[in-house]
């Protein structure tokens, strides 16, 4: 597969792991043709029932993508096309389509005119989850206007061989056609490591380069073969024959790497010199727990609990809690699960619950503030949580902590509803441990008080380094801000994990920072108990874990925090990484 010429090679985000090479296919967006007449008013009862078949198609369509994704990739990647389901309902559409059609428009320009509206409504809002909203009005309006039209879809499994795919950026609907024996890799104009063809891709073990740049586009051109390394997020368009020499080289020692990281789903995370610690995982809905099977996790450290209140108009019933609990519990018996009480507010909003705007959500009325203001809401969530813990080992967390009297408040709370429990003859583990999350400056100055009023500390690095550093986590402007490896994130960890030991109980962190590997060694030498974090990532960190005795790790932490910089952290880190000899740890 000699190229011509001369290779281009291309940076972008490195979004699924691994390294394909082969012919290129471009998948371009088509332009829909479409008419233009007006429709006589006699036409236009059949130009809505049109319409209406075309919903119904497209409903169809979903429902087999669904039900596809879901088998073959996983529930929770399937639920994305249960959400496009719902656009095919929402009268913001349907009735407004229908609407234009009355007033004499062709129903596939009206349809075009009112996706399009809507989809430039949702990009231009403040709330980053609704403006990914776009996008997906976008994907359904186009399949409805093609059902429409009986125009077929792009597709991306008739390939004579396999294909190394380039796009602008890959729709779910094209994203679920992705076959790991026919797309060997793709890479794409726009997107960003959580995008959902970044997401679908590392579920599928399909290599990717996301977010390019036009500078993709300008190299396509000509080219006719290219290497994705979706390790180093590289392109390489044309390679030429010592590139391909490379990218044999590298593709084995990647599939080596792959072996080992399955090897060690049976292994304990323990150094060897013996030390043991725990590897969890931190999910978001029982629809991330086939991920923390693959992985053999330990546990889940964290359990978000906001999905049950979120994409919904009132608030979720004790029933409909204590069932979601009650699954993940069960499903992970007689591993424990970490459930941390409602933490809305800050970046995550809940409309129903018509909260004022605040101009800094982030240092407002969220999480456990909420919680303690509003016991009515907070009582139930309690409840459902001590209902679930007769089905297995649940640890219950309390998140945003910063003084001593609110894991007063929230204790003797989680008293009354016990106490109501039993009134009402309901069964719970009495021995629930309670611990809260270390996120705050203040929590983790005064964490030897702090640590005598709970069973377990579990630092949350995310929000400790936003309050930390006075960084808004998700303000793009300063995300370089956002630095987990300064020198006084760190002492605060160190305190936190020494405080927690003074006084007996176990420290653990459920943060970005414990899925972080520059950081194992780090936080293995600080003693840090329990590591948890997103499933994806718990192999490399066993990995170095299993690489590395505790007298070495100790080590690597006092000289890191003897540093003045993050940058000198670092790269002192990642030298100690090396030296390891973890081969292909990008
Ligand atoms: C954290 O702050 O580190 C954390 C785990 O919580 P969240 O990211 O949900 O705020
Ligand atoms: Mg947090």
Same mark, same amino acid.
């Given at each position: 597969m000699a190229g011509e010429g001369k290779a281009l090679t291309l940076k972008g985000i490195a979004a699924s792991p691994g390294i394909a090479g082969g012919p290129v296919y471009r998948l371009e967006a088509q332009e829909l043709q479409f008419p233009t007449h007006q429709v006589p008013p006699e036409g236009i009862p059949e130009e809505i029932a049109a319409f209406h078949r075309a919903l119904e198609e497209t409903g169809e369509q979903l429902e087999t993508i669904k039900e596809q994704v879901a088998r073959e990739v996983g529930e929770d990647k399937a639920a994305i096309f249960g959400a496009h389901q719902l656009v095919l309902q929402d009268p913001a559409l349907v009735d407004e389509v229908e609407n234009r059609i009355r007033q004499g428009t062709n129903g596939a320009q009206a349809i075009a005119a009112v996706v399009s509206e809507l989809e430039e409504m949702l990009a231009q809002l403040e709330d980053e989850y609704l403006r990914e909203r776009a996008a997906d009005i976008r994907d359904v309006g186009n399949r409805i206007l093609r059902n429409f039209l009986g125009v077929a879809g792009p597709s991306l499994?008739?390939?004579a061989e396999p294909v190394v795919v380039f796009a602008r950026d890959l729709t779910p609907s094209e994203t679920a056609q992705l076959r790991p024996d026919r797309v060997l890799a793709f890479a794409t104009v726009t997107g960003g490591r959580t995008s959902h063809a970044a997401i679908m891709a590392r579920s599928l073990e399909i290599p990717a380069v996301v977010g390019l740049g036009e500078e993709l586009v300008a190299g396509l051109s000509r080219a006719r073969e290219a290497i994705v390394d979706g390790t180093r997020g590289e392109v390489i368009l044309d390679p030429t024959p010592a590139d391909w020499a490379e990218y044999r080289k590298r593709k084995e020692e990647y599939q080596e790497y792959a072996r080992r990281l399955v090897s =060690?789903?049976? +292994?304990?995370?323990?150094?060897?010199?013996?030390h043991r610690v725990e590897l969890f995982a931190n999910i978001g809905s029982p629809a991330d727990l086939p991920g923390v099977e693959k992985v053999n996790a330990e546990g889940i450290g964290l359990f978000r609990t906001e999905f049950l209140y979120m994409d919904r108009t009132s608030l979720p019933t004790e029933e409909e809690q204590f069932q979601a609990y009650r699954e993940v519990v069960e499903k992970l018996a007689p591993r424990p699960v970490v459930i941390r009480t409602l933490d809305i507010g800050g970046d995550k909003e =809940?409309?129903? +619950?018509?909260l004022d705007q605040e101009v800094n959500p982030f240092l407002g009325w969220r999480a456990i503030r909420y919680c303690l203001d509003r016991p009515d809401v907070f009582k139930v969530q309690l409840a459902a949580i001590l209902r679930a813990s007769a089905y297995g080992k649940i640890r219950l967390m309390f998140p945003m902590v910063v003084s001593v009297e609110e894991v007063r408040r929230a204790r003797a709370l989680l008293a009354e509803v016990k106490a109501e429990l039993e009134d009402r003859g309901e069964a719970y583990d009495h021995q629930l441990q309670v611990g809260i999350m270390i996120e705050t400056p203040g929590a983790a100055l005064t964490a030897d008080i702090l640590a005598r009023e709970v069973d377990f500390f579990s630092i949350g690095t995310n929000d400790l380094v936003q309050y930390t550093l006075a960084v808004?986590?998700?303000n793009e402007r300063v995300s370089q801000l956002f630095e987990t490896f300064h020198p006084g994130v760190l002492r605060l960890i160190k305190g936190v994990i020494d405080a927690g030991h003074a006084a007996g109980i176990p420290v653990a962190m459920c943060g970005e920072m414990a899925g972080e590997v520059r950081a194992t060694p780090l936080l293995l030498g600080l003693g840090l108990d329990e590591f948890s974090m997103?499933?994806?990532?718990l192999p490399r960190v066993k990995q170095v874990i299993r690489s590395l005795s505790r007298r070495d790790a100790r080590q690597m932490a006092n000289h890191a925090l003897g540093l003045n910089t993050a940058g000198e952290i670092k790269a002192y880190m990642e030298r100690c990484l090396e030296n390891l000899n973890l081969e292909q740890s990008g």
């Open positions: 499994t008739d390939f =060690l789903r049976e +292994l304990p995370a323990q150094t060897p010199d013996g =809940l409309p129903y +619950l018509g808004d986590r998700v997103s499933a994806s990532s």
